[in-house]
């Protein structure tokens, strides 16, 4: 398989979110507006290339009978960077005293670690390919996964609050109900359902 | 008192699956029967009371001892994780049936963010260690609450004529959504 085959893939075809259905808690948990969405999708994309990238380069030296546990280590250390990282710079309130992104992802940037994406990935790919395939299909998937999040995101945020990434488009309060739970399981519910008519038209060209 | 108001709040006002949004892949994945939904529903009450338990005691008496409150996430994940396997052997010894119906979802209980979740939220909300075992406890009878009933209804759903691109899982989503609203109602009942 070639490389770019391989970094596109994880957008419409093999869409982590939408065709595999993979990762369905952050998608849903984060997806209340659309800069939420994104910082959580490369959030995830960060830890999926870099745990990519290790596992394959040491997937050799592990006992297939410990692979899962050392596989999990690996990914609960890059999570653990991430939280300090995100602790440390994308912690402050906004303007008007709304909670930051951190505090707004909450436990969700622990619960990385148990992503399925990211095991998934490491189990699937990293394991028996080489380094570089490895951290391409990383970035493709992460980007995949940051793309998912982030227009279920807008639209959620376009619907229930008239906006995306915070500039006004629609005058007055939206749905409200969007932003709230209910709405992510139907916004969501209908992103899959247009992706799979997408992904038929495609295979039937 | 206290512990009323936490069964109440974690089982109905902030229900894990539907307002908290944890434990959505078994929530989807297994809830197509609902005599498997049960078993479900089962160990991950049993995995949950016991790892947010364990992880307490592992919290309280050697994290904060050594002074290394940020391997959190690393060392819970991983006694999470040889709890999971331990259950797996009792129960494939114990019940052959169970363990049958259970299949592949019972190594999946380790990536089950619903364990992980609640063992972070309970030293997060710094409760003591039997606050934290009744919040653990309804918790996953909230999950238990939101599979089972949300197996009753994809039952009936196998029976209804629906558009083809909305067969299985998307139709899922928007049923839970309905769900989802009903237990919007019970907002407010705890502060």
């Known amino acids: ?205 | 008192m206290d512990y009323i108001l936490i069964i109440i709040s974690a089982v109905f006002v902030n229900n894990i699956v539907m307002t908290q949004f944890l434990g959505i892949c078994p929530f989807i994945g297994v809830s197509n029967k609902v005599d498997t939904s049960m078993g479900m529903a089962g160990a991950v009450m049993f995995v949950m009371v016991i790892a947010t338990m364990v992880t307490y005691l592992l919290q309280q008496y050697i994290l904060e001892w050594l002074g290394i409150p940020f391997m959190q996430t690393v060392v819970f994940i991983l006694v999470i994780a040889a709890l999971v396997q331990l259950v797996e052997i009792i129960l494939k010894k114990v019940s052959p049936a169970m363990y049958q119906a259970l299949g592949i979802f019972l190594p999946l209980i380790t990536t089950n963010c619903t364990i992980l979740g609640v063992a972070i939220l309970a030293v997060q909300k710094e409760y003591n260690l039997m606050e934290s075992v009744v919040y653990a406890f309804s918790n996953a009878a909230g999950f238990g609450l939101a599979l089972i009933t949300f197996a009753g209804i994809r039952e009936q759903l196998d029976l209804v004529n629906i558009p083809k691109s909305m067969k299985g899982v998307p139709i899922a989503f928007i049923i839970a959504g309905l769900l989802a609203m009903a237990f919007m109602g019970f907002a407010g009942i705890v502060k």
């Open chain 1, 1 to 205: 398989m070639n490389n770019l085959k391989n970094f596109t893939k994880g957008f419409i075809k093999e869409n982590p979110v939408l065709v595999l259905f993979l990762g369905l808690c952050p998608t849903l948990g984060t997806s209340n507006s659309a800069i939420n969405g994104l910082s959580m999708g490369l959030a995830t994309t960060f830890v999926l290339v870099l745990s990519n990238v290790v596992i394959s380069s040491i997937s050799r030296f592990i006992p297939d009978k410990v692979r899962i546990p050392s596989y999990i280590v690996v990914i609960a250390s890059f999570v653990t960077v991430v939280d300090f990282m995100m602790k440390a710079y994308l912690n402050t309130p906004g303007k008007n005293f709304e909670p930051s992104i951190y505090d707004q992802l909450g436990i969700f940037i622990p619960l990385i670690v148990v992503n399925c994406i990211v095991l998934g990935r490491a189990e699937a790919f990293a394991s028996k390919n080489g380094v570089f395939a490895s951290l391409i299909d990383g970035l493709g998937m992460g980007l995949g996964f940051a793309f998912a999040l982030f227009m279920l995101g807008s639209v959620r945020e376009l619907l229930g609050n008239g906006s995306i990434l915070g500039f006004k488009f629609i005058k007055g309060d939206g749905m409200l109900m969007f932003v709230s739970p209910p709405g992510a399981f139907l916004a969501l519910g209908f992103l899959i359902m247009l992706m799979r008519k997408l992904n038929q038209k495609l295979a039937k060209n």
